[in-house]
Protein backbone atom coordinates (compact mmCIF):
# COMPACT_ATOMS: atom_id res chain seq x y z
CA UNK A 1 0.00 0.00 0.00
CA UNK A 2 2.85 2.40 -0.38
CA UNK A 3 1.85 3.76 -3.63
CA UNK A 4 -1.35 5.17 -1.33
CA UNK A 5 1.22 7.44 0.60
CA UNK A 6 3.08 8.06 -2.59
CA UNK A 7 -0.27 9.32 -4.31
CA UNK A 8 -1.56 11.44 -1.07
CA UNK A 9 2.20 12.97 -1.38
CA UNK A 10 2.11 14.14 -4.38
CA UNK A 11 -1.94 15.31 -4.27
CA UNK A 12 -0.53 17.50 -1.49
CA UNK A 13 2.59 19.00 -3.40
CA UNK A 14 0.13 19.74 -6.19
CA UNK A 15 -2.13 21.20 -3.78
CA UNK A 16 0.73 22.82 -2.58
CA UNK A 17 3.06 24.92 -4.18
CA UNK A 18 5.68 24.85 -1.69
CA UNK A 19 7.34 21.55 -0.37
CA UNK A 20 5.41 19.70 2.50
CA UNK A 21 6.67 20.13 6.07
CA UNK A 22 8.65 17.39 7.39
CA UNK A 23 5.86 16.84 9.99
CA UNK A 24 3.30 16.39 6.96
CA UNK A 25 5.47 13.99 5.55
CA UNK A 26 5.71 11.99 8.77
CA UNK A 27 2.01 11.59 8.98
CA UNK A 28 1.53 10.54 5.59
CA UNK A 29 4.43 7.65 5.69
CA UNK A 30 2.56 6.96 9.26
CA UNK A 31 -0.62 6.63 7.48
CA UNK A 32 0.83 4.74 4.90
CA UNK A 33 2.74 2.41 7.42
CA UNK A 34 -1.25 1.48 8.98
CA UNK A 35 -2.56 0.97 5.84
CA UNK A 36 0.13 -1.68 4.71
CA UNK A 37 -0.31 -3.34 7.71
CA UNK A 38 -4.14 -4.44 7.08
Known amino acids: ?3 LGEQLRR ?3 DI ?9 LTLL ?3 SEVS ?3
Open 16 to 24: ASEPLPDDM
Open 36 to 38: AAE
Open 11 to 13: QFS
Open 1 to 3: MKR
Open 29 to 31: EEL
